[in-house]
């Protein structure tokens, strides 16, 4: 599927300022791929429809969770995760897009994974650092990011635990054991 195809599916399901944010993850998700030899077709489409369920009622979300048996236990976590893997499904059986690259890395770019790959990394951070994102620390995240994938995807993790405990939400378990994942990749780099 082409840029513009694409571009022109998401815009119907988004609100404007969801839309200027996905362009922004594009956009950011290109320029990682490119700069770490991630595949950058793969990424900008990852990117397009990593949020195209984000804008649906909580309740749909649910039901098509339910009904096509999709990351069940998600349902006992935070809402905000959701959108994710019904994303991947959308993108599948809506929109026609079968690369299991890509629908992982739409599946897991709120929560990660304990092996994920480049271009996981690649949507992961972009979603985190897209030019429109404004919170403390977006900026290290964004340095992190010119330098090292690895480090920058570490710094996510750990702020986005670190929030959720101060707010004194639940901790998605993948995410966890994301972080413990990558904190063992990084400090094998080091040695």
Same mark, same amino acid.
Request: charged fraction near 25%.
């Given at each position: ?93 809506? *929109? ?11 599946? *897991? ?14 949507? *992961? ?67």
């Amino acid at each position: 599927m082409d840029k513009q195809k694409a571009l022109t599916f998401v815009k119907e399901k988004l609100t404007n300022g969801r839309f200027t944010h996905t362009i922004g993850v594009m956009e950011t998700a290109v320029r990682l791929a490119e700069k770490y030899g991630a595949d950058v077709k793969k990424a900008e489409l990852a990117a397009i429809f990593h949020d195209v369920a984000k804008c649906m009622p909580i309740k749909e979300l649910k039901s098509i969770m339910e009904d096509n048996k999709l990351s069940l236990n998600l349902l006992k976590y935070n809402k905000e995760l959701w959108h994710a893997p019904v994303g991947a499904f959308l993108t599948e059986h809506e *929109y026609g897009i079968d690369d299991q690259e890509i629908l992982q890395a739409i599946t *897991y770019h709120t929560s990660g994974h304990e092996d994920m790959n480049l271009l996981d990394k690649v949507i *992961y951070v972009a979603d985190y650092i897209e030019p429109n994102r404004s919170f403390l620390g977006v900026e290290q995240a964004r340095e992190l990011a010119n330098q090292d994938l690895d480090q920058a995807l570490l710094f996510a993790l750990k702020n986005t635990i670190t929030f959720l405990i101060n707010k004194e939400q639940t901790v998605y378990p993948l995410t966890v054991k994301t972080y413990n994942s990558i904190l063992k990749q990084v400090k094998s780099q080091g040695e």
